[in-house]
């Protein structure tokens, strides 16, 4: 079992930054596919960044070149850096760790961190 227990959200206002924590419980970026996820009001949790083990990063598109996803593995913590912010930027984020281990897929969730970008 892992747990992720991310922190960091918060309102800010259109323009701002924030950066946001997931602490694993266990060392496993080195096995895991790390990702952030949001989900807006009345809209489908989509994937925002992602970390492979090897450290290559993707993000999607509404988000690049604003956002980085960068990880301290001494912590056991990845984190998702947002810059710029807009208020469709505004959701529920998510921090997910997923692996495949003989045919076997474990996947795990946070418990969500509330993002608002409002004035």
């Known amino acids: 079992q892992v747990q992720l227990v991310e922190s960091g959200g918060g309102l800010v206002q259109p323009g701002g930054s924030l950066r946001l924590s997931c602490a694993a419980s266990k060392n496993i970026f080195s096995s895991y596919l790390m990702g952030w996820y949001r989900q807006a009001p009345g809209k489908q949790r989509e994937l925002v960044a992602a970390?492979?083990?090897?450290?290559?990063?993707n993000y999607a598109d509404p988000v690049k070149g604003r956002f980085t996803i960068s990880r301290d593995n001494a912590k056991n913590t990845v984190y998702l850096q947002m810059n710029s912010l807009k208020s469709e930027d505004t959701a529920v984020y998510y921090c997910n760790a997923d692996h495949i281990f003989m045919g076997t897929r474990y996947t795990y969730w946070g418990q969500g961190t509330q993002v608002t970008v409002s004035s």
């Open positions: 970390m492979t083990s090897g450290g290559s990063t």
